[in-house]
């Protein structure tokens, strides 16, 4: 409900359009899957389709880096390809979000994080099919004898692992879409960046663990440490790298709540400026 | 309750034109020439007041309208209450739960179907799911769509999409409602449902703020009116006076220059030279802009160059610039003027101009009856803008009545007539 007093506070007003939010989302993955012959199964054939791409061409690529895993590659890839298929997905609809809904952003009030917030929440039941895709896999690989699975306590980790990734996403997304309604050029920005990060974040090669500048450097991207947190807690069976996932939460925080305050103070520009 | 329920205080709206960025290529080249010095455009210049210093206030459940000329800034000023634009001066103060049909359908998705539309819509709009449930039979009955439910609204017609969404919005049941001209989609029948809708809501206490351009239908709900020119309030009050009001703003806007004529439009005779003609109301206000029914004086001024006995004069109005519609001919009438040499002026009085709406044209001709000569054809010149409401269709509105001219109770089937006594224009 649309009330001026509301205006004022961030959350409370987020809260009256909660349903609108979810509306949004499942607008998106209608949209997304509509006209489509295998519909929803797209969520599982796409980073499945990926794993099996890197799995062909990176195998002996990755084996002569030295950058060795000692998991089965293809569990090894695909682990990080589920959350980085839902890291590219919910950002690369956010740059466009505001843009796209040009319409809903000139003609109709609403908060416009709702915009950003959709393309998360879109992207999140993709991978939330993924990830149970990822268990049959899992189970796959234990049958074969390939890789043995260890329950471990860090399985409970998992849904604060995915809540920081959120927020890290949320919180670019918001920047990105708002700096791609100024300047178009962002998308492109965005769709080369992706490009790069996917080989720089541990998703489908290796990160050195030797403690030189490279790795170190390399460390201060935040999807490294949370990408060795997921495969810790689903792969390996235990806990974490403390520090890695500690800065990886307090990066993803500052950048969501950084992100929100500048959309939010940007936010009435928006109209006149699409 | 004792507030307005939407209020205007002093507020501006700027727009800045030209230097927005659409590309970083174009910011650093912006950039480059800030720090060599070179501006590009003054502070003034770029720089256009969409709204200056506007006050009004709408009380709890009145409905207010907002006439004006196109760019006078009544979108804007919507989009301000709104709350998409935030103004640059001044306060915007709404109170209630509000709803805004800036245009028809804005967040539709066309590969959705009308059902699921109307749940995306009802959400843009601010209705819960389970209020829209309750709502969906009554919003689909509305638009007439019980048989496109389910198809996709991209397979819908314009009509059919536009109906859906005033549909949507007219059932939000907001406490403020923000219309703009979207009335003017869909046919008669449904142009027709959505007045008595928007009534209704008016009666059943709505705050109703109203953008149109139909006077009639703004009359028709309205009680108040603030008419807009150029962001500002030129009148706020009584709907008749502001109509009044805006009908003087659209002649002023219309407002002829001098008209000269190209060379060519002297005739083939030398006698007579074209100065000028011009449309007068009843009051003598120069005009181009007329409501159907209006009474209109066409003036003429001729210079002449050598003394004619028997002067004829033809005025002919066209609604393209080369056919003629109707034709007011002085022989005809059996009116010739003499003229000596020297400036000349005639008067067409024409009591009630029985137009449809639409743009019309002038052509005058000169004879000298006595000697045969055409003195002067003009080309089309003149223009002039009738409003008749969207009432009639054809080129033609008579002055008309309808009544039922047979007992209202227990009328046979089949006999109930209509007449509609048609009295022609006095006036021609």
Redesign the interface.
């Known amino acids: ?4 007093e509301y ?1 004022a506070g961030a959350l409370p007003e987020l809260a009256q359009y909660g ?2 939010l979810w ?2 989302a499942a ?1 998106d993955i ?2 997304r899957y ?2 489509s012959l295998l519909g929803v199964t797209w969520a599982v054939l796409l980073p499945l389709s990926m794993m099996l791409i890197f799995t062909f061409v990176f195998t002996r690529a990755v084996r002569a880096t030295g950058l060795a895993t000692d998991l089965p590659y293809a569990l090894y890839a695909y682990s990080g390809l589920v959350p980085w298929t839902f890291f590219s997905m919910a950002l690369t609809g956010c740059v466009n979000s505001l843009v796209a ?1 040009r ?8 908060p416009r994080e709702v915009f950003p917030l959709a393309c998360v929440g879109s992207a999140l039941v993709d991978f939330a099919i993924a990830l149970a895709v990822l268990v049959g896999l899992m189970a796959y690989f234990a049958a074969a004898g390939a890789w043995t699975f260890r329950p471990h306590a860090a399985l409970a980790l998992l849904p604060f692992l995915i809540l920081v990734q959120m927020a890290l996403t949320t919180g670019l997304g918001m920047l990105l879409a708002m700096a791609n309604l ?4 962002v998308r492109q920005v965005v769709t080369v960046g992706l490009q790069l990060l996917l080989f720089v974040s541990g998703v489908v090669v290796p990160i050195p663990a030797d403690g030189s500048l490279a790795a170190r450097l390399l460390g201060l991207n935040p999807l490294v440490p949370l990408l060795a947190a997921y495969r810790d807690c689903l792969l390996y069976g235990r806990w974490p790298e403390g520090t890695g996932l500690l800065y990886a939460t307090v990066l993803s925080l500052a950048v969501l709540l950084g992100g929100w305050a500048w959309f939010r103070r940007a936010a ?2 928006f ?3 699409i | 309750m004792s507030s307005p329920a939407v209020q205007f205080v002093h507020v501006s709206k700027r ?1 800045r034109l030209g230097e ?6 174009d ?1 650093l080249a912006a950039g480059v020439r800030r720090l060599r010095g070179r501006r590009g455009s003054t502070e003034d210049a770029s720089t256009l007041w969409a709204v200056r210093d506007v006050s009004f206030a709408a009380e709890a459940g009145e409905a207010l309208g907002i006439i004006g000329p196109n760019g006078a800034g009544k979108s804007t000023v919507l ?1 301000l209450l ?5 103004a640059d001066e001044g306060e915007v ?8 049909l ?2 028809v359908g ?2 539709f ?1 066309g ?2 179907t009308g059902r ?1 539309n109307i ?2 819509n009802g ?4 209705m ?2 389970a209020e829209i449930r309750g709502k969906l039979d009554a919003v689909v009955a509305f638009a007439g769509l019980e048989r496109f439910l389910d198809t ?1 609204v991209k397979r819908y017609s314009s009509g059919m999409y536009a109906r859906l969404g005033f549909s949507i919005a007219a059932h939000v049941d907001p406490e403020v409602l923000l219309v703009d001209e979207v009335l003017s989609v869909g046919d008669a029948a449904f142009r027709l449902r959505c007045v008595e809708r928007m009534r209704e809501l008016v009666q059943t206490g709505t705050t109703l703020v109203f953008v149109t351009h139909n006077l009639d239908q703004m009359q028709s709900i309205c009680r108040r009116a603030v008419v807009l020119e150029a962001g500002r309030v030129s009148f706020a009050g009584e709907a008749r006076v502001a109509v009044g009001t805006y009908l003087k703003a659209m002649s002023r806007a219309f407002a002829l220059r001098p008209t000269d004529l190209p060379v060519n439009a002297r005739g083939g005779g030398s006698g007579v030279e074209f100065v000028n003609l011009r449309l007068l109301n009843a009051d003598d206000d120069e005009v181009a802009f007329l409501r159907s029914g209006e009474s209109l004086r066409a003036r003429v001024r001729l210079h002449a160059h050598r003394p004619i006995r028997r002067l004829v004069l033809e005025l002919n109005l066209r609604a393209t610039p080369e056919e003629n519609l109707l034709s007011f001919n002085s022989g005809r009438d059996a009116r010739f003027f003499e003229v000596v040499p020297g400036l000349h002026e005639f008067t067409l009085t024409i009591a009630g101009i029985p137009l449809s709406g639409g743009q019309y044209f002038w052509n005058l001709r000169v004879w000298d009856a006595d000697g045969g000569t055409t003195e002067l054809d003009t080309p089309a010149c003149a223009p002039m803008v009738i409003d008749d409401q969207g009432r009639a269709t054809g080129a033609l509105t008579l002055d008309h009545q309808w009544e039922r001219t047979s007992p209202s109770h227990a009328a046979p089937h089949g006999a109930e007539t209509a007449a509609a006594a048609l009295v022609a224009p006095d006036g021609g």
């Open positions: 409900m649309l009330r001026a205006r349903q609108l509306s949004l607008r209608r949209v509509k006209q809904n319409n809903l952003v000139t003609k109709v009030y609403f100024f300047y178009r050029d009435f520009k109209a006149e400026c | 727009f927005t960025h659409d590309s970083l290529g910011l989009r709104a709350g998409i634009l935030r103060r709404t109170h209630g739960r509000l709803s805004a800036i245009e804005a967040g998705h590969d959705l699921e749940f995306l959400a843009i709009l601010g819960r799911r996709p």
